[in-house]
């Protein structure tokens, strides 16, 4: 497995170790013993999300205020481009974001630590994205940052306005949003 810090470090992209042959491939795509080795990171998950979406929907940017959430993201099938924003004002990257396409293909993972919203856009036909929480969903907690507030400029890769969820239609600014010390 390697791991690699992005722009933003405390997020971290995993791609693991595939071994392959005209049969087809395998690899772990969780080992927590590899996790932590590769990132000095030991998270205990309690919850695996799984959903399903069609080209152009696009979900987040999500995150909960309390009951905070590490999630290790991946896609089963079909392609998105995968969002990690620091919502933490004591961070010096606060208000910054970093970005990665995740896919079937290339069978990378991203490792988006609390204190981040996390949201994605399909850009294939479909994709079936998986995640591993490290809380349970407590949805009186859960917060939502609009997906296209001017102040994070976010670069979708869409054209037009995406498939959104009533919730994530009403997203609030960062500045004006609650999020942590």
């Keep these: 497995m390697k791991a690699t810090r992005l722009a933003i470090p405390d997020v971290i992209l995993i791609e693991p170790k595939v071994f392959g042959d005209a049969r087809g491939y395998f690899y772990e795509s969780y080992n927590r013993r590899a996790f932590q080795e590769a990132t000095g990171i030991d998270p205990n998950f309690v919850q695996d999300n799984h959903s399903c979406s069609i080209k152009g929907v696009l979900r987040g940017l999500h995150y909960q205020i309390r009951q905070t959430q590490g999630k290790l993201i991946r ?60 809380d349970y969903w407590a949805p009186e907690h859960e917060r939502c940052i609009a997906w296209n507030d001017t102040s994070l400029a976010i670069q979708w890769p869409v054209s037009g306005t995406p498939t959104l969820s009533a919730k994530d239609q009403k997203g609030a600014l960062l500045n004006s949003a609650e999020t942590f010390a």
Excluded: C
């Design 75 to 134: 896609v089963l099938d079909g392609e998105i481009f995968d969002v990690a924003v620091d919502i933490r004002k004591s961070s010096p990257t606060y208000g910054q974001w970093v970005s990665e396409t995740l896919s079937s293909e290339n069978k990378r993972e991203m490792w988006i630590p609390e204190g981040f919203a996390h949201g994605f856009v399909v850009t294939s036909e479909t994709a079936v994205v998986f995640y591993k929480a490290t």
